[in-house]
């Protein structure tokens, strides 16, 4: 008989992913750990190199600053055709900065709540020691706040751009890789802050839909972007569109017209 996780209860679900979990860090992350510390020096300046990849700065000030752009330009525009363009683009920035922002943010509250000590403490420590509410960067280990922030970005590049989902999520699997490579973080830190990252954005989405923002419910069930030529330009799966030619309607023109 085959047992499927959504056939589990609640309650098993919770005791079997907690037995993964102490699982991985009991067992993979000190074999992990081991291993990463025996990687020759080249590699890991390589993985120091590009781990900063995963901060959040350069994808929340960009955004934060776009969105007030695009907000004054609506502004600017009221009465004239581009105006709705610029609501739609406020909104996918907007879509973007909360799904990052929140996604680092419950991050870098659960790392401090939880406490877990970083591989520097392994060999007078382990890799099980945990000092609830420490606010100490030295126990802010569980989970990895860069690989949260790399996930929900390629997680918001995939919702919106679907044919770019593979390459977003292998450049950020390198990216969050990287953090337990150089041994700032055990490797369940960076799968848990993965799974984070990946989670929140959808739930992001969700709220949106709920306010027809950029997002609404497609009539065969799901979710997907407002705008027929917003989809088609994107390259959405049954769209139901072609792509604009060239000096025809601006994509994101169509979004907010009435009746889509």
């Known amino acids: 008989m085959t047992v499927r996780l959504r056939d589990l209860t ?8 907690a037995s993964l979990l102490a699982f991985g860090m009991l067992v993979v992350d000190p074999l992990v750990l081991e ?66 922002g929140g996604a680092g943010l419950t991050a870098n509250m659960a790392k401090n ?21 420490a606010f100490d960067p030295d126990f ?4 990895s706040g860069h690989a949260t922030n790399i996930f929900a970005f390629a997680t918001v590049i995939a919702i919106l751009w679907p044919k770019a989902r593979v390459l977003i999520y292998v450049f950020a699997a390198w990216i969050a890789a990287s953090r337990f490579l150089i041994g700032q973080h055990y490797f369940t830190d960076v799968v848990v802050g993965a799974m984070l990252g990946t989670a929140i954005p959808y739930l992001v989405r969700d709220r ?25 330009w994107l390259g959405w799966p049954q769209s139901g569109g072609s792509r604009p030619k060239e000096g025809g309607t601006a994509p994101f023109s169509g979004l907010l017209q009435p009746g889509e």
């Open 10 to 17: 609640i309650l098993e679900q919770v005791v079997l992913a």
């Open 35 to 100: 291993a990463c510390r025996a990687l020759p020096d080249g590699v890991r300046a390589f993985f120091k190199r590009i781990t900063d990849i995963g901060k959040s700065n350069w994808m929340l000030i960009p955004a934060g600053a776009a969105i007030a752009l695009a907000l004054v330009l609506r502004r600017r525009h009221l009465g004239f055709r581009n105006a709705p363009s610029y609501g739609l683009i406020a909104s996918t920035i907007g879509f973007a900065f909360v799904s990052i």
């Open 113 to 133: 709540i939880i406490g877990r000590a970083r591989p520097k403490l392994f060999d007078e420590a382990g890799a099980f020691d945990f000092k609830l509410f």
């Open 140 to 143: 802010a280990s569980f989970p």
């Open 208 to 232: 949106f839909a709920v306010r027809r923002l950029l997002f609404e419910r497609a009539r065969g069930g799901g979710y997907r972007l407002r705008g027929e030529r917003t989809r088609a």
